[in-house]
């Protein structure tokens, strides 16, 4: 059974970092693209980030210049650095991936951007 899980959300103060994590666990094969969403208490989720087995990446604009996505193929390992955090960063993170074509989500790992 494939699993994705996350760790490393938190409370964190404004302008402060964060490292997130999820590991695809359950399957001998690599992710495909792998990626962070967030949702935010009454609002869409969004997109954060994606990253490709091969590293092409892709942001969204709300976090571009701030947030870094990056991967560990060995490890089905996804990683997001997130500097310069905002209150408005503040959400639930969900990881993404695409292992054989069937999209999997994590559980979700809430980041509070606050002083």
């Known amino acids: 059974q494939v699993q994705l899980v996350e760790s490393g959300g938190g409370l964190v103060q404004p302008g402060g970092s964060l490292r997130l994590s999820c590991e695809a666990s359950?399957?001998?094969?690599?992710?495909?693209?792998m990626g962070w969403y967030r949702q935010a208490p009454g609002k869409e989720r969004e997109l954060v980030a994606t990253?490709?087995?091969?590293?092409?990446?892709n942001y969204g604009d709300s976090v571009k210049g701030r947030f870094t996505i990056s991967r560990a193929n060995a490890k089905n390992t996804v990683y997001l650095q997130m500097n310069s955090l905002k209150p408005e960063d503040t959400a639930v993170y969900y990881c993404?991936?695409?292992?054989?074509?069937?999209?999997?989500w994590g559980q979700g790992t809430q980041v509070t951007v606050s002083s």
């Open positions: 993404n991936g695409v292992i054989l074509t069937i999209t999997y």
């Open positions: 359950g399957t001998i094969f690599r992710a495909n693209a």
């Open positions: 990253i490709t087995s091969g590293g092409s990446t």
